[in-house]
């Protein structure tokens, strides 16, 4: 996936209205804050969901992977790197901090309202008190507010309210942006004397390449300062006296490296300035205070950590509800799916070797059903790198079978095996249902790996996909979709396998009546959509046509479609992202004709492989 989310850049007026609550000096300007004045479009409070839900008379759950740190908590410090300390006695889940003008207070990102749901805050820097400024269900981020300390700009997904109004949707801006593809606005960084803002534009360069641009906060003056073709520069930052603009600069490719857990070491990329008024003059020296010394953050390597100049500081530091009413949301681990009894079934990625387990729908009754490496089908080694394992578990329509991928993934499809396992429910009678080899040329030439499987509603059918040595190179015998009929035997004793697509397609899944085949096709070098397909090949239907990726696509229990996009993009930059693949991945719902799209969830974080757990499995 490569694209960016619509985040448009926002402002928060410090004027006379409702929104002074929302300001960190209204208490100084003998205005009361008052918690009722403040936006909030959806429950504050996890207590008040779950009572709205109770009123509806539904307790029902949409599990759901995502992938993001599993705690992050604001520090503060003495600019020496003394006394360091928590930022707030009830940390949850905080980041992206900036000091208000004066010092007194540290505004930021907190998801206290729902994992996943950014908003602002603030606090003093004591620690207290913690006062909501915008809360919504979109995502709100990167606050800063003016030096002058009359407005807020800060990234936000959608959701106009009072006093809050999108520079970024001004004639000039959109005469530069492709609305057409992902695009966004992220960053923004307020000149000295409060004239201007500087922020990063996603849609008028190509995807991961990144300008600096500047506008007023009366909307006026909107102009490039400074861009780079193949290259991102990010992160602006102003020097005292206003004159000069100091980023960050890497190769588009390096943006990669930056985010990825593989590459980040070897990552490289340049501190440069230029003069505001021109965007020349570069120089390679954030600037601290009123001071010349320029503050930055070290990713990779053994230093890890933040800097100023020359000076190392802490290799520990960190830089610093969209709910639906009818459903609460849960974590559970990879590829979780539901039977019609409502047991799950899950890849046991993070807590155990990659195997498949089954358990009650309320997370009980656990049980190991597919163990590769107790097995010792695969390295604890591979499968710990996160390259190998039990994928995909898909339930009999009587709960008795499960069927499962079993082998090598991801770039290790091409050199090693993977079988299609059929087991019954207990894991016991596990059979492979195809043939494979570790590694491939082990098997010759046609030998191929299989994976993602799923089972037909009538239990006579599994669809899987396959990949072989030189599908890369457009084998088309080695590339699509293949159904193994569990109904017929051929002379040698095996079920027979009949070939549905022979294009880039993966991770296929029977609708619940068995008419449709929904899966990922790569329609282009670097394009995937959602399609269906009948199973007999007829009807081939492609449903999606974002510029981003749409891909894991899965049936939800009321016959639409559920899938990860990219569409919405990255909320923030790319390279500030660690360790994740695709931060930017959020989950889609439409009709089984690809009509009412709609986004089910909106965060910072990865989010894909959804399931509905109905209300009666609680």
């Not at 429950?43 to 705690?71: F, Y």
């Not at 020349?280 to 100023?308: M, V």
Request: charged share 15%; aromatic share 10%.
């Amino acid at each position: 996936m490569l694209s960016f989310l619509a985040s448009p850049l926002l402002a928060l007026a410090i004027g006379p209205s409702v929104a002074y609550a929302a300001c960190p000096y209204a208490q100084q300007m003998g205005l009361d804050l008052n918690a009722r004045d403040i936006p909030h479009p959806h429950p504050p409070s996890l207590a008040a969901h779950q009572s709205h839900r109770r009123g509806l008379g539904k307790d029902v759950v949409m599990l759901m992977n995502r992938i993001a740190p599993g705690t992050s908590e604001l520090y503060i410090s003495d600019i020496d790197a003394g006394n360091e300390r928590p930022l707030l006695s009830d940390p949850v889940f905080e980041y992206h901090a900036s000091f208000s003008p004066d010092g007194q207070w540290v505004l930021f990102t907190s998801e206290r309202n729902g994992d996943g749901n950014s908003d602002i805050w603030r606090v003093h820097t004591n620690g207290s008190p913690l006062q909501p400024l915008v809360i919504t269900p979109a995502v709100e981020d990167a606050v800063v507010l003016s030096p002058n300390g009359r407005h807020a700009a800060y990234v936000a997904t959608e959701g106009m309210i009072a006093n809050i109004w999108n520079l970024t949707n001004t004639p000039a801006i959109a005469a530069t942006t492709n609305k057409a593809v992902p695009h966004g606005y992220f960053k923004p960084a307020w000149s000295p004397d409060s004239q201007w803002i500087a922020f990063l534009p996603t849609a008028i360069r190509n995807g991961l390449e990144l300008s600096i641009f500047a506008i007023r906060p009366d909307e006026t003056g909107f102009r490039k300062v400074i861009g780079k073709d193949g290259y991102a520069l990010g992160s602006p930052s102003w020097s005292a006296e206003g004159k000069r603009i100091v980023y960050y600069e890497m190769t588009r490719e390096t943006t990669w490296d930056a985010h990825s857990s593989f590459d980040v070491n070897p990552a490289n990329s340049s501190i440069v300035s230029v003069d505001f008024a021109t965007g020349t003059d570069r120089i390679f020296p954030q600037h601290l205070g009123n001071t010349s010394a320029i503050g930055y953050l070290l990713k990779g390597t053994t230093k890890e950590g933040i800097y100023s100049g020359t000076t190392y500081y802490n290799t520990t530091a960190r830089s610093p509800a969209y709910w639906d009413a009818n459903w609460t949301y849960r974590f559970t681990d990879v590829f979780p799916t539901v039977n019609t009894a409502g047991r799950l079934a899950i890849t046991q990625k993070q807590l155990g070797d990659s195997a498949v387990i089954s358990l009650n729908a309320t997370g009980t009754d656990n049980e190991t059903v597919f163990d590769p490496v107790a097995r010792g089908i695969l390295s604890l080694s591979s499968v710990e790198q996160g390259t190998s394992g039990a994928f995909q578990s898909s339930w009999s329509s009587d709960g008795n079978w499960l069927t499962y991928g079993v082998g090598y993934w991801f770039a290790g499809r091409a050199s090693n095996g993977g079988w299609i396992v059929r087991s019954k429910a207990d894991g016991s009678e596990a059979i492979n249902l195809t043939t494979s080899a570790i590694p491939l040329s082990a098997g010759g030439n046609n030998t191929l790996n299989t994976g993602f499987p799923s089972f037909s509603p009538d239990g006579t059918k599994i669809v899987f996909r396959v990949w072989g040595a030189d599908a890369e190179d457009g084998d088309t015998s080695q590339l699509g979709l293949r159904i193994v009929h569990l109904d017929q035997v051929t002379a040698n004793g095996t079920y027979p396998i009949a070939v549905l697509t022979n294009w880039w397609d993966t991770l296929p899944s029977f609708s619940s009546d068995g008419t449709k085949i929904v899966f990922t096709r790569r329609v282009s070098g670097s394009n995937y959509e959602v399609c269906t397909i009948a199973p007999d090949g007829s009807d081939l239907q492609v449903l999606t046509s974002s510029e981003a990726n749409d891909a894991h696509a899965v049936w939800s229990h009321d016959g639409r479609i559920m899938y990860s996009t990219g569409e919405y993009g990255f909320q923030s930059e790319c390279a500030l992202y660690d360790n994740t693949f695709q931060p930017y991945g959020q989950i889609n719902i439409m009709d089984a004709d690809g009509r009412n799209k709609r986004a089910l969830t909106k965060s910072l974080w990865e989010d894909s492989m959804p399931a509905y757990v109905p209300g009666e499995f609680l």
